[in-house]
């Protein structure tokens, strides 16, 4: 077979094409989602003993596809030595070979692809956290073969079943962001039935995990959004607190003048006085952000006295500022927290398959469509997560 059909599966299990379709992004066209990630064929990617191959249904979209199509803020072509890169860290789709060392999985299996890569033989991928293994990579991100492919390369611990109730694309859509809202919530800052979590982006691909996860967990979210759409979609997920950040001005901005610091630091308490008039007179135990200097100040100072601030990214931007005084004499905790081990992925997946955790799909793009999927996420013109069908047929 030379090459295979979008949207159709091969009868034969196994049976690979000579070349496959990938949204390739190449060093010279770093740029734009819209121009950067273009349709190419290419190789299917050879096996090592301990990888499996895995023909993609339909893969996920995540913010780490606008920054490796933009090669900022780091090149991808930083971080592996191919000359193209195949972005996703997102996909569902059916086992197709295995190498001579996996016992786990064998062909036909339908399966969830988790993002975490890890050497698997040092003593802290043994003992500690495979998140702490040195050679730790983002499938799809910090590697060259990701989902936006008919086929794509994974280590055998990447997979999880995929939920039988579920769409393919569905199954696609949540992996990356609730496996790291996991983590940060259960694993990193150990929310307790009862603490208030203020969740940023409540409405985005974290965000409406984040808040699914706080219900699960007896906790109350407080959902902040930026339009009324977003509050919809929050409150069908059950926010009962939700707050439009359009209402504020606590925006950090670089290069402020001391006027301009004031006049924000006044919206940053006024935004307290909201969330206590919301919580009956209490302050955030935790603050879930992964927005970043915009944002960060404020998270910083809305938290509860020995609250925890739990930050897995920076849309605004990465260098942060803020006044460390409220940190320190109110002894509150900033955690980082980066995806998840393939336990919390296991455990979190657990939670899918009995339907506590739903996926919000917002739209399904097709597979040549994955540029403009991606240019919508860069400018924060969509909700929930976006969907690719690559071998699903309509
Ligand atoms: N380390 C990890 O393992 C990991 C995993 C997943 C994601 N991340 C990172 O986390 C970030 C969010 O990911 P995501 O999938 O949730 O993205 P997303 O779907 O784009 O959602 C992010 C949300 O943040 C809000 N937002 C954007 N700019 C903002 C600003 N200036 N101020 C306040 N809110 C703002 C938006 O909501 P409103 O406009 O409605 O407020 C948006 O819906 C990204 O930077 C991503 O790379 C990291």
Redesign the pocket.
Known sequence: MKTLDLGTVPSELGEIPDLMKAIVIRKEREGEPATSMQVEEVPVPELGPSEVLVLVMAAGV???G??AAQGKPVSVFRMHKDPFHIAGSDASGIVWRVGKDVRRWKPGDEVVIH?NQSCGQCPECNGLDPMACSEQK?WGYETSWGAFAQFTKVQAQQLVTKPKKLSWEESASYG??F???Y?MLVGQAQVKPGDNVLI?????????FAIQLCKVLGANPIA????PD?MGLVSELGAEMIIN??DFGF?KRPDETPEQVKKRSDEMKRFGGEIRKLTGGKDADIVFE??????FPTSVFVCKRFGKIVI?????GFNLEFDVRYLWMRQKQIIG????NAYQAERANELVHVGKIRPVLDQVFAFEDTPKAHQL?KE?K?????GIRIQASL
């Not at 897995?312 to 605004?316: F, I, N, P």
């Not at 927290?337 to 998840?340: E, G, Q, V």
């Not at 969509?382 to 976006?386: A, D, F, S, T």
Request: proline share 0%.
């Open positions: 995540n913010f780490n606008v920054w993002c983002i990356l962001t496996f790291t809202a983590r940023w982006g409540a409405a985005g691909g974290l965000g409406i902040v959004v930026s339009s977003k950040r359009r925006a992964h927005v970043g200097q915009e944002t897995c990214g920076a849309t605004s927290s980066h995806f998840a996420m924060n969509h909700k929930g997560k976006l």
